[in-house]
Nanobody, 125 residues
């Protein structure tokens, strides 16, 4: 059973930075796409960054370009999301997710089957 556990969220002021972490357990970390999503109540969940765990190719949808950096530590089975220059509109629940299917061609797809419980980010003006 794949488990994803996020941490690192919190309350910060505009202009601050946060680094979110997601520890993966229960399966081989490599050869899958992993991504960070965020969701605000009443809105659809949106992807902000994705990575193919073998090789580390990264992908940024428009919503994540510029201030979001996805990275990983394969030895620790851990995914990270660095968010810089935080803005109030970044306030959301942030989730990490992993595809069930292996391969790097799905990183910008909707084929994310495993999700963490989320970590909340609140940005005050």
């Amino acid at each position: 059973q794949v488990q994803l556990v996020e941490s690192g969220g919190g309350a910060v002021e505009t202009g601050g930075s946060l680094r979110l972490s997601c520890v993966v357990s229960g399966d081989n970390y490599r050869a899958h796409c992993m991504a960070w999503f965020r969701q605000v109540p009443g809105k659809e969940r949106e992807a902000v960054a994705a990575i193919y765990t073998t090789g580390g190719s990264t992908y940024y949808p428009d919503s994540g370009k510029g201030r979001f950096t996805i990275s990983q530590d394969n030895d620790k089975n851990t995914l990270y999301l660095q968010i810089d220059d935080l803005k109030p509109e970044d306030t959301a629940m942030y989730y990490c997710a992993r595809t069930k299917v292996s391969g790097g061609g799905y990183c910008l797809s909707r084929l994310y089957d495993y999700w963490g419980q989320g970590t909340r980010v609140t940005v005050s003006s």
